[in-house]
C-alpha cells in the first residue's frame, strides 16, 4: 500500500474520481469500438416452409447454418446473441423430390434474408433432406394369442377383449408400403400372470403414428399345473389261460389341469385298455388306447405307445 501512495498520491482521497474516469474511457472505446465493421463467423438459425401435414421429416432439419458475415459490431452482438434474429427461411416447394440444396443454390437464399448484415461466405457446403410422401390407412387391429407373453404354467381362460376394431395408420410411403394389412398391439416387456385389463400402444415402426394411440385389452388367465398318475391297464380279449399278458401292468399318464379345478380330479377318472386282437405280431407289442378321461384334463400324454407282450412257456 506504501509503494501505491507513493506513486499515486492522493489515490486514497481521489479514488472515486480516478474510478470514474477509467469507466468513462472505457465507455468510450466500447461504443467507438462497436461502431466499426467486423468479420465474424455465426450459426445462423433456418427455418423451413413446406405442406408439413402431407409428408414425414425422416431425419431432423438442419436448425442452423454456419455463415461468414460482415457487419458494425452492434448488429453483430445482435445476431450473435439471437436478438432480432429472424430466421432464414428455407422454401421446398417439392419436399419429397428434394435430397440436398448445395451452397451455391444456399448463397441467394442466404443473402436476401440477411437483416443488417452482409455474407461473405456459405461455409456449410450441403444441406441434406430426407422426407417422404406420408400414406394414411385404415387397417384392422390384429391381435395374435400365442405371441400374448404369459408367464410359464399360466394360460387364457377367456376370449380376448380389444376396444377398437381398427385404426388410422400412418407414416412414410416406404414404411407403409412393406406393412402388413394390419396393426398390431405391443405386448413386449411384459410377464402376465392374473387377469388383463391394460391399454397397449401399437408395434408399428419409426416415424408411424396410429390414431387412436392406445387400446383398450382384456382377457383372463389361469394358472395349470402338470400332473402324473399310474394307472392299470385293462385287458381286453387276452387269452384266458394266461398264456400272453403285458410286461407292465400300469402305466404313467401325464395331464395339465387348472389349479382351481385339481381337486376334482382322481385316477378313476382315466381308463387305459390294451387290446390283444390289435397285438402287432412282428415286435410282440400292443398300442395302449385311452378309453376316457376327465374332461378338464388337458394334454394326455401316455408315458410309452406300445407295451411289450410276454408270453408264457408252453407246459
Known amino acids: 500500500m506504501g509503494i501505491f501512495r507513493f506513486l499515486l498520491p492522493g489515490l486514497k482521497d481521489n479514488w472515486k474520481v480516478v474510478v470514474l474516469s477509467i469507466l468513462g474511457a472505457t465507455t468510450f472505446w466500447f461504443f467507438n469500438a462497436m461502431n466499426k465493421s467486423y468479420d465474424t463467423r455465426v450459426d445462423y438459425p433456418l427455418s423451413y416452409t413446406f405442406a408439413e401435414d402431407s409428408v414425414v421429416v425422416i431425419n431432423p432439419l438442419a436448425k442452423q447454418i454456419k455463415i461468414d458475415v460482415t457487419s458494425g459490431g452492434w448488429n453483430l ?55 417422404e410422401e406420408k400414406i394414411t390407412k385404415k387397417l384392422p ?106 410286461t407292465d401292468s400300469n402305466i404313467v399318464l401325464y395331464y395339465t389341469i387348472k389349479e382351481d379345478d385339481e381337486d376334482e380330479v382322481s385316477a378313476s377318472d382315466f381308463s387305459v385298455t390294451a387290446d390283444y386282437s390289435m397285438r402287432n405280431m412282428s415286435d410282440s407289442t400292443v398300442v395302449p388306447i385311452l378309453m376316457y378321461a376327465h374332461e378338464k384334463a388337458l394334454d394326455i400324454v401316455l408315458a410309452s405307445d406300445r407295451i411289450k407282450l410276454t408270453f408264457a412257456e408252453p407246459q
Open 77 to 131: 452482438i445482435r445476431k450473435t446473441l439471437r436478438i432480432n434474429a429472424t430466421p432464414i427461411n428455407i422454401p421446398l416447394d417439392n419436399p419429397t423430390e428434394i435430397k440436398f440444396l448445395t451452397r451455391s443454390s444456399l448463397i441467394p437464399m442466404i443473402s436476401d434474408q440477411l437483416d443488417g448484415l452482409r455474407l461473405i461466405y456459405v461455409v456449410t457446403d450441403t444441406l441434406f433432406f430426407n422426407i
Open 141 to 246: 387391429v390384429y391381435i395374435d394369442s400365442i405371441s400374448i407373453p404369459l408367464s410359464q404354467s399360466y394360460r387364457m381362460v377367456s376370449p380376448i377383449s380389444c376396444s377398437v376394431d381398427s385404426a388410422w395408420v400412418s407414416g412414410p410411403k416406404s414404411t407403409m408400403m412393406q406393412m402388413p394389412e394390419y396393426v398390431q398391439l405391443d405386448f413386449s416387456n411384459m410377464s402376465i400372470d392374473g387377469n388383463f385389463d391394460e391399454e397397449l400402444r401399437y408395434f408399428v415402426g419409426e416415424h408411424v403414428r396410429v390414431q387412436p394411440a392406445e387400446a383398450t385389452v382384456k382377457f383372463q388367465v389361469a394358472k395349470y399345473l402338470a400332473r402324473e398318475i399310474s394307472l392299470p391297464i385293462e385287458l381286453l380279449d387276452f387269452p384266458q389261460d394266461s398264456s400272453a399278458y403285458l
